[in-house]
């Protein structure tokens, strides 16, 4: 940044004391380090911001780009749920649809869960990433998940709730600060996208998305496309690069707004991490 | 943040009327303003701006990363509309990769390329509903320029299922006139309407133009941003810039970043 031709001036209370006349430098002083601020606040000629800060981290704050999505297989249907071998561990009494209907998985029994380890892998031990070593004292995350009801026919008496959020060698229980709650009330009968910031601990164990229904419904909920990135920032929906069942959205539920502006980014709703 | 060393005090205009006395209250506070914004805006000692604001959507406005390229096939050749090519044309020939590539079009009022964002098992109407925001850009040069005088347009952008017909607001028009031997980067951000079929990139001539024009290296990505044109994460055609048309300058940082010439679209 070029230095401002006006350098600032400081004024102590000392110089400003009733009594005192105003010295004739004193409205000069005042006026300089208007200049001055303006200076740095933009460049008179050009109107556009004087400090050319472009968030490096240098001369700004870093931007830190989201990763690409770490989990494979991440628009929920039929084609990566349900047919054998599958990136996700799911509790047997969870269902899917197929990716051109309605797509999604469906919970709605307290304690049905899906996990899916991050970074993919062989699942021969969940997961061929060493956790532990790739996230030393931890990493900022987002986590996000697309969730509707699959009907609101008649009052139902038991309204449920989906917890989602990273797990570490557990499917009971979440990391601590890493789970989101959704409520059946948060729901409606088109897809909203929840979403949460953590940063995850120092862990001993792979790392992974768990989902799980923590309270019974009487109808679904419909749970599709979850994401999780490294970083601070919210992002736009996309498979995992390499993402074989998904390459360039083979097989994406087709009723998710994953393009739509309002709904997966400026009104995505942010939950307390807890 | 840290917070100012003084906190912002409003004084009113009348304040200051023509025939008050400029008191040491007054004098005191205008100079703690003057304080209070310098302190906000950037530490004195090493000119860095104070606010350590990372644009993450809740510090301050967040900055949508573009996505993936959401072209498939998007360097234009004979490899790109070969086995398997997904693109649909009209009064246009695409070149060979490793020669003069691109999509040759121009002299035929209508002449069109057009091709679905991403593939067909993705029903992007119900990706989009209330509006995707998609930054739309392409390498276009004119191996014979016609000229200032020239008349012929291209237009591109975002269509739903059409070769005609842009959706509203979505569509950028290049003049044949600006057009010259080299390629040149044009691209526009646009928030597309409610659609009720697939969403298609459209590239269309009208009306045509003195001689052929030559499109490549196009890119549909989520988000106002422009970023560096690159295939699509797992494009068939060009794995790891496989078959990339070798004479589009799509990482010259001039041509492909700083230059771009970016249009309103319509």
């Not at chain 1, 599709?224 to 994406?252: F, I």
């Not at chain 2, 980067?185 to 409610?194: I, K, V």
């Not at chain 2, 560096?228 to 589009?248: E, F, G, M, R, T």
């Amino acid at each position: 940044m070029t230095a401002p031709a006006f350098p600032w001036i400081q004024l102590t209370d000392g110089e400003l004391t009733s009594g005192m006349p105003i010295p004739g430098t004193l409205p000069m002083a005042i006026r300089n380090r208007l200049e001055h601020l303006r200076e740095i606040v933009y460049d008179p000629d050009t109107m556009t911001a004087a400090v050319a800060h472009d968030h490096d981290g240098v001369n700004s704050g870093l931007i830190w780009w989201p990763s690409p999505n770490l989990i494979p297989g991440a628009s929920l249907n039929r084609s990566t749920l349900g047919f054998g071998q599958s990136d996700w561990e799911a509790k047997n009494s969870v269902t899917t649809d197929q990716y051109s209907l309605t797509g999604g998985a469906f919970l709605n029994a307290e304690g049905e869960y899906l996990y899916t380890a991050l970074g993919g892998g062989d699942n021969s031990s969940r997961d061929d990433l060493q956790s532990d070593e790739a996230f030393g004292g931890g990493a900022p995350m987002v986590v996000s998940i697309y969730a509707k009801v699959k009907s609101t026919a008649g009052p139902p008496i038991n309204e449920g709730a989906i917890a989602f959020g990273l797990a570490s060698g557990s499917t009971a229980d979440f990391l601590p600060g890493c789970k989101g709650l959704i409520d059946w009330t948060d729901l409606a009968t088109t897809h909203k996208r929840f979403w949460l910031r953590c940063k995850i601990g120092d862990v001993s164990d792979p790392v992974g998305m768990l989902i799980k229904c923590t309270e019974k419904s009487d109808a679904p909920m419909v749970l599709d496309c979850p994401m999780v990135t490294l970083g601070t920032s919210l992002s736009y929906w996309m498979p995992m690069p390499n993402d074989d069942t998904h390459r360039n959205m083979l097989k994406v539920s087709t009723f998710v707004p994953i393009w739509d502006e309002m709904k997966s980014i400026t009104s995505a709703i942010r939950v307390p991490a807890r | 943040m840290t917070a100012p060393r003084y906190p912002w005090i409003a004084q009113a205009d009348a304040d200051f009327g023509a025939d008050d006395s400029l008191t040491e209250l007054k004098i005191r506070t205008l100079n703690h303003n003057l304080d209070h914004v310098q302190d906000s805006l950037y530490d004195r000692a090493t000119h860095i701006p104070k606010r350590l604001h990372d644009h993450d959507g809740i510090n301050s406005a967040l900055i949508q990363m573009p996505s993936p390229n959401l072209v498939e096939r998007a360097s234009l050749s004979t490899e790109s509309d070969g086995l398997g090519g997904e693109w649909s044309k009209f009064n246009a020939t695409f070149g060979t990769y490793t020669g003069d590539a691109g999509a040759a079009l121009g002299t035929v009022e209508g002449a069109y390329i057009s091709k679905p964002l991403m593939n067909a098992d993705l029903n992007t109407d119900e990706c989009i509903r209330t509006g995707a925001r998609f930054t739309v850009s392409m390498f276009v040069k004119q191996p014979t320029p016609a000229g200032p005088g020239a008349t012929g347009k291209i237009n591109f952008g975002i269509t739903d299922n059409s070769v005609s017909t842009f959706l509203t607001g979505c569509k950028g028009v290049i003049l044949e006139s600006l057009l010259t031997a080299t390629y040149q980067r044009f691209y526009f951000s646009c928030l597309t309407p409610d659609i009720s079929d697939r969403a298609y990139f459209l590239a269309r001539v009208t009306p045509a133009c003195g001689s052929d024009i030559r499109i490549d290296c196009v890119s549909v990505t989520l988000g106002p941003v422009l970023g560096w044109w690159h295939p699509a994460d797992y494009d068939p055609a060009h794995y790891l810039y496989k078959l990339i048309s070798q004479n589009v300058p799509c990482w010259d940082y001039a041509i492909g970043m700083t230059d771009v010439t970016r249009l309103v679209p319509s």
